[in-house]
C-alpha cells in the first residue's frame, strides 16, 4: 500500500466554520491530489500541486484552498464550510514522468470523511 | 468536462458466476485504471492499462484498453464474497500539470454466498 495518511478521518462541524484537512505521504511523489466523493458524481478533483508551493485548480474548486509547504504534507482548508461541502474527501499522490505508465499512476488514502451542519 | 459513462450502475450475481463491466468516453484517454473501493475506504488500484489494445490479468481479473483508446471493460471471473464493492473506472490524461484522472461513477457488485 502506498504510504498516505489522512487526517481527522472523520469530523462533524457547523456552518461557517473553517476546516482544515492534512494529506501526508511517505513516498516522496511530486504529485498530490485532493478529491470528494458524492453519491452520483464518483470522485471529483478539488485541487492538485505538482511540486512545493505549485498548486492549481481542479473541477469543483470553489470554497476550497490548499496549500503545500513540504513535499509530504498536502493541506485542503474550507475557509468558512457550508453544508455542500460535506462529503467525503480523498487524498492521491503520483510521480509524474512524462509518460504514461506505473509511476504515472495515482494512490488514494483511507479518505475524511466530513459533515457540516 | 469530459464524462465517463461506465456500466451497469449495480449488478447482483450468485458466488462462482462472471462479470463483466465497462466503460465509454467520448475523449480519448492514454491510460485507463480499474479501482476497488470497500465500505470507508478509499479506492484501492485492480489493473492499469497503459497501450491501446492492451489485455491485463490480476489473478481473477482481466481488464482491455480498448484500441480506439475511449472505452475498457473489467471482467471478474469465478466471484466470490470478497469481491463484493465498488468498482470504478477511470481514464487518465498525463501531461505537464501531472496526470489528471476522470472517474465513472461506480459499479456496485452484491454477491450472494
Known amino acids: 500500500d502506498a504510504g498516505i495518511t489522512q487526517s481527522p478521518r472523520h469530523k462533524v462541524t457547523e456552518t461557517g466554520t473553517p476546516v482544515t484537512l492534512r494529506c501526508h505521504q511517505t513516498?516522496?511523489?511530486?504529485?498530490m491530489y485532493w478529491y470528494r466523493q458524492d453519491p452520483g458524481h464518483g470522485l471529483r478533483l478539488i485541487h492538485y500541486?505538482?511540486?512545493?508551493?505549485?498548486?492549481d485548480k481542479g473541477e469543483v474548486s470553489d470554497g476550497y484552498s490548499v496549500s503545500r509547504s513540504k513535499t509530504e504534507d498536502f493541506l485542503l482548508t474550507l475557509e468558512s464550510a457550508t453544508s455542500s461541502q460535506t462529503s467525503v474527501y480523498f487524498c492521491?499522490?503520483?510521480?509524474?514522468?512524462?509518460?504514461?505508465?506505473?509511476?504515472?499512476?495515482?494512490?488514494f488514502g483511507p479518505g475524511t470523511r466530513l459533515t457540516v451542519l | 468536462g469530459q464524462q465517463l459513462n461506465q456500466s451497469p450502475q449495480s449488478m447482483f450475481i450468485q458466488e462462482g458466476e462472471d462479470v463483466s463491466m465497462n466503460c465509454t468516453s467520448s475523449?480519448?484517454?492514454?491510460?485507463w485504471l480499474w479501482y476497488k473501493q470497500d465500505p470507508g475506504e478509499g479506492p484501492v488500484l485492480l489493473i492499469a492499462l497503459y497501450k491501446a489494445g492492451e489485455l491485463t490479468s490480476n489473478g481473477r481479473l482481466t481488464a482491455q484498453f480498448g484500441i480506439t483508446r475511449k472505452d475498457s471493460f473489467l471482467n471478474i471471473s469465478a466471484s466470490i464474497p470478497s469481491d463484493v464493492g465498488i468498482y470504478f473506472c477511470a481514464g487518465q490524461l498525463s501531461g505537464t500539470s501531472g496526470s489528471r484522472l476522470t472517474f465513472g461513477e461506480g459499479t456496485q457488485l452484491t454477491v450472494n454466498p
Open positions: 513516498e516522496n511523489h511530486r504529485y
Open positions: 475523449s480519448i484517454f492514454n491510460t
Open positions: 492521491a499522490i503520483s510521480e509524474y514522468t512524462g509518460t504514461s505508465g506505473p509511476l504515472d499512476t495515482q494512490y
Open positions: 500541486s505538482y511540486g512545493v508551493k505549485d498548486t
